[in-house]
Protein backbone atom coordinates (compact mmCIF):
# COMPACT_ATOMS: atom_id res chain seq x y z
CA UNK A 1 0.00 0.00 0.00
CA UNK A 2 2.80 2.44 0.72
CA UNK A 3 4.19 1.76 -2.42
CA UNK A 4 1.22 2.48 -4.22
CA UNK A 5 1.34 6.00 -2.92
CA UNK A 6 4.88 6.98 -3.03
CA UNK A 7 4.52 5.64 -6.97
CA UNK A 8 1.89 8.04 -6.88
CA UNK A 9 3.57 10.57 -5.19
CA UNK A 10 4.58 14.11 -7.43
CA UNK A 11 8.21 13.35 -8.35
CA UNK A 12 10.16 16.82 -7.94
CA UNK A 13 11.49 19.10 -10.77
CA UNK A 14 14.81 18.22 -11.98
CA UNK A 15 17.43 21.15 -12.31
CA UNK A 16 19.34 21.39 -15.33
CA UNK A 17 23.16 21.71 -14.87
CA UNK A 18 25.67 23.14 -16.64
CA UNK A 19 26.74 19.44 -17.62
CA UNK A 20 22.87 18.91 -19.38
CA UNK A 21 23.07 21.93 -20.76
CA UNK A 22 26.36 21.40 -22.56
CA UNK A 23 24.86 18.14 -23.70
CA UNK A 24 21.98 20.08 -25.02
CA UNK A 25 24.20 23.00 -27.81
CA UNK A 26 25.19 19.82 -29.98
CA UNK A 27 21.74 18.91 -31.07
CA UNK A 28 21.69 22.98 -31.78
CA UNK A 29 25.04 22.61 -33.54
CA UNK A 30 23.81 19.56 -35.57
CA UNK A 31 20.89 21.15 -36.77
CA UNK A 32 22.69 24.20 -37.99
CA UNK A 33 25.26 22.43 -40.16
CA UNK A 34 22.30 20.25 -41.50
CA UNK A 35 20.77 23.42 -42.55
CA UNK A 36 24.05 24.88 -44.17
CA UNK A 37 23.94 21.90 -46.23
CA UNK A 38 20.63 21.81 -47.59
CA UNK A 39 20.83 25.22 -48.28
CA UNK A 40 23.96 24.88 -50.27
CA UNK A 41 21.41 22.11 -52.15
CA UNK A 42 18.90 24.79 -52.46
CA UNK A 43 21.34 27.34 -53.91
CA UNK A 44 22.69 25.17 -56.36
CA UNK A 45 19.78 23.88 -57.47
CA UNK A 46 18.49 27.57 -58.17
CA UNK A 47 21.83 28.77 -59.56
CA UNK A 48 22.50 26.02 -61.80
CA UNK A 49 22.56 25.82 -65.34
CA UNK A 50 23.34 29.76 -65.13
CA UNK A 51 21.72 31.95 -67.44
CA UNK A 52 23.69 35.39 -66.92
CA UNK A 53 22.00 37.06 -69.80
CA UNK A 54 18.42 36.59 -69.24
CA UNK A 55 16.93 39.34 -66.93
CA UNK A 56 13.83 36.80 -66.50
CA UNK A 57 16.00 33.97 -65.05
CA UNK A 58 18.02 36.34 -62.81
CA UNK A 59 15.16 38.19 -61.37
CA UNK A 60 13.55 34.73 -60.34
CA UNK A 61 16.50 33.19 -59.16
CA UNK A 62 17.59 36.42 -56.91
CA UNK A 63 14.16 36.35 -55.82
CA UNK A 64 14.94 32.67 -54.40
CA UNK A 65 18.10 33.41 -53.14
CA UNK A 66 15.93 36.00 -50.78
CA UNK A 67 12.93 33.21 -49.65
CA UNK A 68 16.12 30.82 -48.93
CA UNK A 69 17.68 33.51 -46.93
CA UNK A 70 16.39 32.36 -43.67
CA UNK A 71 18.04 29.12 -43.55
CA UNK A 72 21.57 30.34 -43.85
CA UNK A 73 20.88 32.68 -40.84
CA UNK A 74 19.27 30.40 -39.10
CA UNK A 75 21.73 27.62 -39.76
CA UNK A 76 25.09 29.92 -38.42
CA UNK A 77 23.39 30.96 -35.62
CA UNK A 78 22.42 27.76 -34.15
CA UNK A 79 26.23 27.03 -34.72
CA UNK A 80 27.88 29.94 -33.19
CA UNK A 81 25.51 29.21 -30.03
CA UNK A 82 27.83 28.56 -26.76
CA UNK A 83 27.01 29.05 -23.37
CA UNK A 84 29.76 29.79 -20.74
CA UNK A 85 32.38 27.32 -19.22
CA UNK A 86 31.63 25.08 -22.68
CA UNK A 87 34.84 23.84 -24.87
CA UNK A 88 35.54 24.45 -27.88
CA UNK A 89 38.04 22.36 -29.92
CA UNK A 90 40.92 23.87 -32.07
CA UNK A 91 38.87 22.31 -35.16
CA UNK A 92 35.87 23.63 -34.43
CA UNK A 93 37.31 26.97 -33.83
CA UNK A 94 39.04 27.28 -37.30
CA UNK A 95 35.52 26.10 -38.66
CA UNK A 96 33.78 28.70 -36.87
CA UNK A 97 36.03 31.25 -38.39
CA UNK A 98 35.70 30.21 -41.51
CA UNK A 99 32.26 30.42 -41.30
CA UNK A 100 32.46 33.67 -39.46
CA UNK A 101 34.17 35.15 -42.89
CA UNK A 102 31.89 33.12 -45.20
CA UNK A 103 29.11 35.35 -43.35
CA UNK A 104 30.50 38.90 -44.02
CA UNK A 105 31.30 37.65 -48.10
CA UNK A 106 27.43 36.73 -48.48
CA UNK A 107 26.26 39.72 -47.15
CA UNK A 108 28.40 42.03 -49.50
CA UNK A 109 27.41 39.24 -52.20
CA UNK A 110 23.87 40.48 -51.49
CA UNK A 111 24.20 44.17 -51.24
CA UNK A 112 25.82 43.73 -54.67
CA UNK A 113 22.97 42.18 -55.82
CA UNK A 114 20.83 45.15 -55.25
CA UNK A 115 21.97 47.06 -58.59
CA UNK A 116 21.47 43.94 -60.31
CA UNK A 117 17.88 43.62 -58.93
CA UNK A 118 17.05 47.27 -59.90
CA UNK A 119 18.80 47.01 -63.56
CA UNK A 120 16.22 43.46 -63.79
CA UNK A 121 13.30 45.34 -62.90
CA UNK A 122 13.49 48.42 -65.08
CA UNK A 123 14.36 46.08 -67.71
CA UNK A 124 11.46 43.59 -67.36
CA UNK A 125 9.51 46.98 -66.90
CA UNK A 126 10.97 47.76 -70.03
CA UNK A 127 10.13 44.44 -72.04
CA UNK A 128 6.16 44.21 -70.80
CA UNK A 129 5.91 48.11 -72.84
CA UNK A 130 7.59 46.82 -75.96
CA UNK A 131 5.67 43.78 -75.57
CA UNK A 132 2.41 45.62 -75.31
CA UNK A 133 3.35 48.36 -78.19
CA UNK A 134 4.00 45.28 -80.30
CA UNK A 135 0.79 43.74 -80.03
CA UNK A 136 -0.74 47.19 -80.43
CA UNK A 137 0.93 48.01 -83.84
CA UNK A 138 -0.14 44.11 -84.74
CA UNK A 139 -3.41 44.65 -83.87
CA UNK A 140 -3.52 47.88 -85.68
CA UNK A 141 -1.87 46.48 -88.88
CA UNK A 142 -4.61 43.36 -88.99
CA UNK A 143 -7.03 45.63 -88.39
CA UNK A 144 -6.11 48.06 -91.55
CA UNK A 145 -5.87 44.89 -93.60
CA UNK A 146 -9.46 44.18 -92.14
CA UNK A 147 -10.64 47.40 -93.44
CA UNK A 148 -9.15 47.71 -96.58
CA UNK A 149 -10.58 44.01 -97.34
CA UNK A 150 -13.99 45.41 -95.75
CA UNK A 151 -14.02 48.08 -98.40
CA UNK A 152 -12.89 46.58 -101.60
CA UNK A 153 -15.73 44.05 -101.22
CA UNK A 154 -19.28 45.01 -102.32
CA UNK A 155 -21.45 42.12 -102.62
CA UNK A 156 -23.69 41.20 -99.58
CA UNK A 157 -22.69 37.49 -99.88
CA UNK A 158 -18.77 38.20 -100.34
CA UNK A 159 -19.94 40.55 -97.10
CA UNK A 160 -21.30 37.73 -95.45
CA UNK A 161 -18.34 35.41 -96.25
CA UNK A 162 -16.33 37.95 -94.58
CA UNK A 163 -18.65 37.57 -91.48
CA UNK A 164 -18.23 34.24 -90.91
CA UNK A 165 -14.20 34.47 -91.77
CA UNK A 166 -14.04 36.77 -88.62
CA UNK A 167 -16.00 34.95 -86.53
CA UNK A 168 -18.51 37.70 -86.73
CA UNK A 169 -22.20 36.78 -85.75
CA UNK A 170 -24.59 37.85 -88.37
CA UNK A 171 -27.18 39.64 -88.43
CA UNK A 172 -30.82 38.61 -89.05
CA UNK A 173 -32.05 41.31 -90.95
CA UNK A 174 -28.83 40.94 -92.80
CA UNK A 175 -30.47 39.88 -96.13
CA UNK A 176 -32.68 42.70 -96.67
CA UNK A 177 -29.97 45.51 -96.05
CA UNK A 178 -27.76 47.11 -98.72
CA UNK A 179 -24.29 46.41 -98.89
CA UNK A 180 -23.17 49.88 -97.69
CA UNK A 181 -25.03 49.29 -94.49
CA UNK A 182 -23.42 45.72 -93.86
CA UNK A 183 -20.08 47.34 -94.81
CA UNK A 184 -21.16 49.84 -91.32
CA UNK A 185 -22.63 47.18 -89.13
CA UNK A 186 -19.26 45.30 -90.04
CA UNK A 187 -16.95 48.02 -89.33
CA UNK A 188 -18.61 48.58 -86.13
CA UNK A 189 -18.42 45.33 -85.10
CA UNK A 190 -14.93 45.08 -86.14
CA UNK A 191 -14.19 48.30 -83.84
CA UNK A 192 -15.98 46.78 -81.33
CA UNK A 193 -13.85 43.95 -81.11
CA UNK A 194 -10.49 45.84 -81.24
CA UNK A 195 -11.65 47.95 -78.54
CA UNK A 196 -12.31 44.81 -76.01
CA UNK A 197 -9.33 43.40 -77.09
CA UNK A 198 -7.18 46.30 -76.33
CA UNK A 199 -9.08 46.57 -72.94
CA UNK A 200 -7.90 43.33 -72.30
CA UNK A 201 -4.48 43.82 -73.42
CA UNK A 202 -4.23 46.90 -71.15
CA UNK A 203 -5.89 44.89 -67.76
CA UNK A 204 -2.82 42.02 -68.29
CA UNK A 205 -0.42 44.95 -68.42
CA UNK A 206 -1.59 46.64 -65.35
CA UNK A 207 -1.44 43.48 -63.65
CA UNK A 208 1.84 42.25 -65.20
CA UNK A 209 3.44 45.61 -63.97
CA UNK A 210 1.88 45.34 -60.80
CA UNK A 211 3.13 42.04 -60.14
CA UNK A 212 6.73 43.32 -61.75
CA UNK A 213 6.73 46.18 -59.04
CA UNK A 214 5.59 43.66 -55.93
CA UNK A 215 8.64 41.21 -56.53
CA UNK A 216 10.80 43.89 -57.64
CA UNK A 217 10.38 45.62 -53.63
CA UNK A 218 10.13 42.58 -52.23
CA UNK A 219 13.47 41.20 -53.94
CA UNK A 220 15.56 44.49 -53.55
CA UNK A 221 14.33 45.19 -49.82
CA UNK A 222 15.13 41.63 -49.05
CA UNK A 223 18.77 41.71 -50.72
CA UNK A 224 19.36 44.80 -48.26
CA UNK A 225 17.74 43.28 -45.31
CA UNK A 226 19.83 39.84 -45.62
CA UNK A 227 23.06 41.75 -46.75
CA UNK A 228 22.64 43.77 -43.57
CA UNK A 229 22.09 40.65 -41.36
CA UNK A 230 24.90 38.64 -42.59
CA UNK A 231 27.41 41.32 -42.07
CA UNK A 232 25.58 42.07 -38.49
CA UNK A 233 26.54 38.45 -37.82
CA UNK A 234 29.88 38.72 -39.01
CA UNK A 235 30.19 41.51 -36.49
CA UNK A 236 28.82 39.69 -33.77
CA UNK A 237 30.76 36.96 -34.49
CA UNK A 238 33.91 38.60 -34.05
CA UNK A 239 34.65 36.80 -30.67
CA UNK A 240 35.42 33.77 -32.37
CA UNK A 241 38.12 35.70 -34.92
CA UNK A 242 39.98 37.09 -31.65
CA UNK A 243 39.93 33.87 -29.80
CA UNK A 244 43.23 32.75 -29.91
CA UNK A 245 44.62 36.58 -28.80
CA UNK A 246 42.69 36.29 -25.79
CA UNK A 247 43.72 33.10 -24.61
Keep these: MNTKNQEKQPKKPIEITGGLENLSFPILHLLGYILLIFSLVD????????????????????????????????????IFLHNKGSFIKPREIAILKFLSWTA???????????????????????????????????QQEQLQKVTEKLNATNSAQELNNL?????????????????????????QQIQRVAQNSTATANAVK?????????????IN??????????????NMTRWIRIIDKNI
Design 104 to 138: LIIGIFYLLMLPLGINNSLTLYKNINNQFVNQQGQ
Design 163 to 187: SRILNIPPNQNSSSQSPQELKTKIS
Design 206 to 218: REQIKNIVKNAVR
Design 43 to 78: YLSILIPPQLTNPVWEFQAMGQMVDHVWSILLGLTF
Design 221 to 234: LGTIISGVCFIALW
